[in-house]
T-cell receptor
Framework: RKEVEQDPGPFNVPEGATVAFNCTYSNSASQSFFWYRQDCRKEPKLLMSVYSSGNEDGRFTAQLNRASQYISLLIRDSKLSDSATYLCVGNQGGKLIFGQGTELSVKP | DTAVSQTPKYLVTQMGNDKSIKCEQNLGHDTMYWYKQDSKKFLKIMFSYNNKELIINETVPNRFSPKSPDKAHLNLHINSLELGDSAVYFC??????????????FGPGTRLTVT
């Protein structure tokens, strides 16, 4: 089993839709989590950090459920510019473990 | 100003050659990393240095040798390049406190193609 697993995707949604990505992790010792966004042929960029039960930043909400070892990312009112690959990332002892990424395509 | 920079951005070379990639960060972080992202898009950590000391060394062939002259720089030297080394290599940096790595910031990547 992979240490960090994400929805396979791709997700194709219309502008304005709400979309949710799910991520599970296998190591209960993971201390914190992140969602990164990666555009095609670019570097990953931090979207949100998740240190406790969740975090909200504008249209983006991340939730962490330690009992179920599950993290989610909700994007409301999606924009064309949200099209990218979203990476779920666990943090174990100073090492980041990346999920395989979920591709999101927002269409007009 | 660029926070994490890498050179070169593109590198095309032949099998058997030796090449280096350089990375610099101006964020004042104490830890730097090298990642490899292959054609399947998986990002995998290769090495991590904390204050010039190697702290993570994943199962990477010993043809790959990182060098950290100071905590703002982490270079990657690759000997005897092979076709399978073709990938995008990302440098990153973060602050690590009590073995917890805070957010990592990535460089723009070096796209290595071995022919």
């Amino acid at each position: 089993r992979k240490e960090v697993e994400q929805d396979p995707g791709p997700f194709n949604v219309p502008e304005g839709a709400t979309v949710a990505f799910n991520c599970t992790y296998s190591n209960s010792a993971s201390q914190s989590f992140f969602w990164y966004r990666q555009d095609c042929r670019k570097e990953p960029k931090l979207l949100m950090s998740v240190y406790s039960s969740g975090n909200e930043d504008g249209r983006f909400t991340a939730q962490l459920n330690r009992a179920s070892q599950y993290i989610s990312l909700l994007i409301r009112d999606s924009k064309l510019s949200d099209s990218a690959t979203y990476l779920c990332v666990g943090n174990q002892g100073g090492k980041l473990i990346f999920g395989q990424g979920t591709e999101l395509s927002v269409k007009p | 100003d660029t926070a994490v920079s890498q050179t070169p951005k593109y590198l095309v070379t032949q099998m058997g050659n030796d090449k280096s990639i350089k990375c610099e960060q101006n964020l004042g972080h104490d830890t730097m990393y090298w990642y490899k992202q292959d054609s399947k898009k998986f990002l995998k950590i290769m090495f991590s240095y904390n204050n010039k000391e190697l702290i993570i060394n994943e199962t990477v062939p010993n043809r790959f040798s990182p060098k950290s002259p100071d905590k703002a720089h982490l270079n990657l030297h690759i000997n005897s390049l092979e076709l399978g080394d073709s990938a995008v290599y990302f440098c990153a940096s973060s602050q690590v406190v009590a073995a917890v790595s805070y957010e990592q910031y990535f460089g723009p990547g070096t796209r290595l193609t071995v022919t």
